[in-house]
C-alpha cells in the first residue's frame, strides 16, 4: 500500500450520485467536496457520475448519465443495471453515495455512521436492509472517523477484514467573517429575527439523535437565558417540536445558504451540539473553523473530531450543560477555544480525504502505474 501513496489511481470510475436524490444533509455536503477535490485534481474525467432524476450536483469536468429514481425495493433489478453500466463504460470500480450495488466490478463504500445500529433502529426497514447487503458485497470500505471504524470493526467483523482506510472529512468554505460581514449579518438578521440577542446555536431539529431535547431542557433552567436567543437551523415547518418555547428566550428557526450558515457560525454566541452519536460531526468542525466556540457531547467521534477545541458534556446532563453555557462565555476561554478551533479545523482537509479514498481504489481495484506498462 505505502507504493502508493500520492500515485494517481488510472482507472474508469462510476459514481452513483443516489443520495442527492432525497437528501441535502451532511452526506450530500461529502460527496459534493468529493467530487469538487477530485475535480480540482484532474480526476474528473476518470468518472462517470449517475445522476438520479436530474439531482446531482453539476461540476465541470465530469461526465453524467440520468437515471431514474431508485427505490429500495427493486434492488436486485439495478444492481444488474449498474453492473451493466459499468461494463459499458469499461469502469474498475462503483462507488456509491448511498447503498446502490453495481454487480460484477469492485464497489467501494464509504461509511458515514453506524447510526442505526448504534441506536437501536429497526434493521428490517428497507434502507437498512440494503445498507447490510451493500457491506456484504463491498470489495473495500472508507470509514470518515476512527469512532466508526471501531463500530464498523465490531458489528462486521468479517466485511471489516477485507480493505478498509480512514477518510476523515474535511472543511472547505467555513471560516471566520470580516467585522464588516458579521456587523452586516447582526443587521439584516439578528436584529430582525432574534431582536439583536446573542444566538446559542443548534443545527438540526429537536429531536432523535441530536438531542435539541436536552439543549431545551438546559435552556429553560438557565438563569441568563432572557440575554439570549435560540436559532435552529431549520425550515419554520419543522420546528414543532421545540414549542412550547423556552420562557423569555427569542426563537428563530431558519434554514441557511451555506453564505449564511458561516455568518450565523461566526457571529455565534456557541454552537451546541450534544448529538448522542455522531458518525464524523461535521458541524462541529464547520463551527470551528468560523470561529465559533463549541459545545459538544462527549460521545462517540465528536472528541475526535474537535480534540482540545471544545467544551465536553453528558448529553444527558442539562445541568451540565447549563455549566457550560457559563463557561464559554467567560472571555478568556472564548478567545482559547476561538483560537484552538481555527488551528483544529485547519487540520481537517478534502484533499487528505480523497488520497485516501484514492488508496482504497488501489487496493480493490489495482491499475498499472506509468512504469509498469
Request: proline share 8%.
Given at each position: 500500500m505505502s507504493r502508493d501513496i500520492g500515485r494517481p489511481w488510472r482507472g474508469r470510475?462510476?459514481?452513483?450520485?443516489?443520495?442527492?436524490?432525497?437528501?441535502?444533509?451532511?452526506?450530500?455536503?461529502?460527496?459534493?467536496?468529493?467530487?469538487?477535490?477530485?475535480?480540482?485534481?484532474?480526476?474528473?474525467?476518470?468518472?462517470?457520475?449517475?445522476?438520479?432524476?436530474?439531482?446531482?450536483?453539476?461540476?465541470?469536468?465530469?461526465?453524467?448519465?440520468?437515471?431514474?429514481r431508485y427505490e429500495f425495493a427493486d434492488d436486485a433489478a439495478e444492481q444488474n443495471r449498474l453492473g451493466q453500466l459499468c461494463r459499458q463504460v469499461k469502469a474498475d470500480a462503483f462507488a456509491s453515495s448511498y447503498y446502490t450495488i453495481a454487480a460484477g466490478v469492485p464497489n467501494l463504500l464509504v461509511l458515514h455512521?453506524?447510526?442505526?445500529?448504534?441506536?437501536?433502529?429497526?434493521?428490517?426497514?428497507?434502507?437498512?436492509?440494503?445498507?447490510?447487503?451493500?457491506?456484504?458485497?463491498a470489495a473495500g470500505f472508507a470509514c470518515v472517523s476512527q469512532n466508526t471504524l471501531r463500530d464498523f470493526q465490531e458489528l462486521y467483523v468479517q466485511a471489516a477484514k477485507r480493505p478498509t482506510v480512514l477518510a476523515p472529512n474535511g472543511v472547505k468554505g467555513f471560516s471566520p467573517p470580516t467585522e464588516e460581514e458579521a456587523a452586516a449579518f447582526r443587521k439584516n438578521f439578528c436584529a430582525l429575527a432574534l431582536g439583536g440577542r446573542p444566538h446559542v446555536m443548534f443545527i438540526n431539529g429537536g429531536g432523535g439523535i441530536k438531542n435539541g431535547s436536552l439543549l431545551k431542557r438546559a435552556l429553560t433552567l438557565w438563569p441568563e437565558r432572557k440575554r439570549f436567543s435560540l436559532l435552529v437551523t431549520t425550515?419554520?415547518?419543522?420546528?414543532?417540536?421545540?414549542?412550547?418555547?423556552?420562557?423569555?428566550?427569542?426563537?428563530?428557526?431558519?434554514?441557511?445558504?451555506?453564505?449564511?450558515?458561516?455568518?450565523?457560525?461566526?457571529?455565534?454566541?456557541?454552537?451546541?451540539?450534544?448529538?448522542?452519536?455522531?458518525?464524523?460531526?461535521l458541524a462541529v468542525l464547520e463551527a470551528l473553523a468560523c470561529g465559533c466556540p463549541v459545545i459538544a457531547s462527549n460521545t462517540s467521534s465528536q472528541p475526535e473530531v474537535a480534540g482540545d477545541a471544545a467544551l465536553y458534556i453528558n448529553p444527558y446532563d442539562a445541568e451540565g450543560l447549563v455549566k457550560a453555557l457559563d463557561e464559554i462565555g467567560k472571555p478568556e476561554r472564548r478567545e482559547k477555544l476561538r483560537r484552538r478551533g481555527l488551528e483544529r479545523a485547519a487540520e481537517f482537509t478534502w484533499s487528505r480525504s480523497v488520497q485516501a479514498l484514492e488508496s482504497l481504489l488501489h487496493q480493490i481495484a489495482p491499475t498499472p502505474s506509468i512504469d509498469d506498462r
Open positions: 470510475l462510476v459514481v452513483d450520485a443516489v443520495f442527492f436524490q432525497d437528501w441535502t444533509t451532511g452526506i450530500a455536503r461529502v460527496w459534493r467536496e468529493v467530487l469538487l477535490e477530485w475535480a480540482s485534481r484532474g480526476f474528473a474525467s476518470q468518472v462517470l457520475i449517475v445522476d438520479r432524476v436530474r439531482t446531482a450536483p453539476r461540476i465541470a469536468g465530469y461526465s453524467y448519465i440520468d437515471a431514474p455512521d453506524m447510526i442505526p445500529e448504534r441506536v437501536g433502529e429497526d434493521l428490517n426497514v428497507p434502507m437498512w436492509r440494503q445498507k447490510q447487503r451493500a457491506i456484504a458485497a425550515p419554520p415547518q419543522h420546528a414543532v417540536e421545540w414549542y412550547p418555547l423556552v420562557p423569555g428566550m427569542v426563537f428563530s428557526p431558519t434554514y441557511f445558504s451555506d453564505h449564511d450558515l458561516r455568518l450565523a457560525y461566526g457571529t455565534a454566541y456557541c454552537l451546541v451540539h450534544p448529538s448522542i452519536y455522531e458518525g464524523f460531526g
